[in-house]
Each structure stands twice: as C-alpha cells, then as structure tokens.
C-alpha cells in the first residue's frame, strides 16, 4: 500500500537521469527539488490548487451546515409527513436524473462558468444526512425539551446541543465532504470553460490522461539547468495534489470510524 507513494515521492525527487530509468526505487540516488521548483513556478497549477483549497473550504463549510439543518428536521418525529420526505431523500440514492438534464438545469440556473456551481450541487449529500439524523435520534428527547424550558429555539437546540453532541459524527461528514470536493474533477470539465475556474484535480488529469504535459511544461523543462525529466514532474504535481489531504485526515481520523458505526449502526 505505501510502496507507490513512496515511489511517487522518490521519481518527484530525483534527478532526470535517475528517474527515466524506470524499475524498482525505494530511495533517490540524488536528491533535487528541481521539479517542484517548475511544478511551483506554473501560474496554472497554483491557480487550480487555490481554487480547489477554495471549494474544499467553502463546500465542506456550507454542506455540513446545511446537512446538519436538514438532518435535524428529519430526527424530529412529530415532523409533518417525515416518513414521506425521508422516502423521497432516500429515493435519490436509487436513481437519478442522469447527466444531461442535471446539466440542462445548471444551466437554467445560470451556474454555468460559475464558482458555485461546485457549491449548490453538493449542497446535500444523502448519505451524510442518514447518518446525522441517526444519530440525532439517540440524543434523549428530555435534552430537546429541557432546552425549550430554558427558552432555546431550534437554532439554539441545533448549534447549542446537538452539533456539540455529535462531534465524532458531524468531523466523519465533514471529512467526507471534504473529500468529495477535493477529489471531484468531472463537474469541473463539464460546467467550467474559463481556465482561472478549474480544479487542480482537471489539471493534474490534463497533464497525465491527456498528455498535455508538453504543452505546459516543455518551455521550463529547457530553461531548468538541472535538466528535470517528465517523470518528475508528473510525480511533483500528484504529491501536490494528494499532499493536503494527507496533512488533514490525521486530525479527524479517529472520528472517523467512531462516526461511521454510531451513525449508521445504531
């Protein structure tokens, strides 16, 4: 599991001679930052990578808020109609509308070379919202009415309460929303044509899948005196990519599994 890490690693590292020459490397002949120092130096990339740092942010922000709100309203049994509205949340895990008229609805909503067209389609993820609102209906109903005898609405109930109770499972849906955003790359190609608007995650595919690598990077490639090979950089632009990600799980992992079985399981 870790060996091809380690191996994007060592090929981002090393130098053009050592990295062109293929095989099994564990460790760099000869250490050079050479390809982060062009990877860095592309305006493109470091646009796509601020963009994507914007959108895990932001998305990860306003979809937990908005699952948490809707999960809530959903863990509340006197709800008018709740079985009804759950049904029909659940029904969109089954079938969905498929590509064309989801586009042709992004469209008439005029998100269409829009930032928050990464913002609005995720607004709700319904498997998140399963877990929270199962989770909700395990926190005793006394907590509910104690805080409406105090006076609390439920904003309060919600922001006060509930979320404060529900750390483990609000940092799984957060990490997974976040996930989900940094990884997304396919509503990108689709519903962004202006450069300055896609994600480092099109552009890293731009760069391998496409082989649009030349294009980019050939000019810089002959100006570097250290002579920095395609390999490199390809593997300096995939650490780049994954290197956010890994900082961040470590700080809600052990969340993670705690979240799943308690809002799932139970």
């Not at 990578?49 to 895990?56: E, G, M, W």
């Not at 750390?167 to 990884?183: C, E, M």
């Not at 290197?243 to 700080?251: C, H, V």
């Amino acid at each position: 599991m870790l060996y091809p890490l380690l191996y994007i690693l060592t090929v981002s590292i090393s130098s053009a001679a050592d990295a062109g020459q293929g095989g099994l490397q564990l460790f760099p002949k000869e250490i050079t930052f050479a390809a982060y120092k062009v990877v860095l130096g592309s305006r493109k990339l470091l646009t796509a990578l601020s963009v994507s740092l914007l959108r895990t942010v932001v998305g990860t922000f306003v979809t937990v808020l908005v699952t948490a709100m809707c999960a809530y309203s959903l863990s509340i049994k006197k709800l008018p109609h709740r079985n009804t509205i759950v049904f029909l949340i659940v029904f969109t895990m089954l079938f969905s509308g498929g590509i064309v008229p989801t586009y042709m609805v992004v469209k008439g909503l005029g998100l269409i070379d829009s930032f928050f067209v990464y913002i609005f389609p995720m607004l709700l993820d319904v498997f998140c919202i399963l877990i929270l609102k199962n989770y909700f209906e395990q926190i005793p109903e006394s907590i509910i009415d104690s805080g409406y005898l105090d006076g609390a609405g439920d904003w309060s109930i919600l922001f006060k309460l509930y979320i404060p109770l529900s750390k483990p499972v609000v940092a799984t849906v957060a990490l997974i929303t976040a996930l989900g955003h940094w990884n997304s790359w396919f509503d990108s190609m689709i519903y962004i044509n202006n450069p300055n608007l896609k994600v480092l995650q099109l552009f890293l595919r731009e760069m391998i899948v496409e082989s649009n690598f030349f294009y980019h990077y050939s000019n810089a490639i002959m100006l570097n005196s250290e002579h920095v090979s395609p390999e490199s950089i390809k593997a300096a632009i995939v650490i780049i990519t994954i290197l956010p990600i890994i900082i961040a799980y470590p700080f809600v992992q052990k969340y993670f599994v705690k979240g799943i079985m308690l809002g799932s399981t139970k």
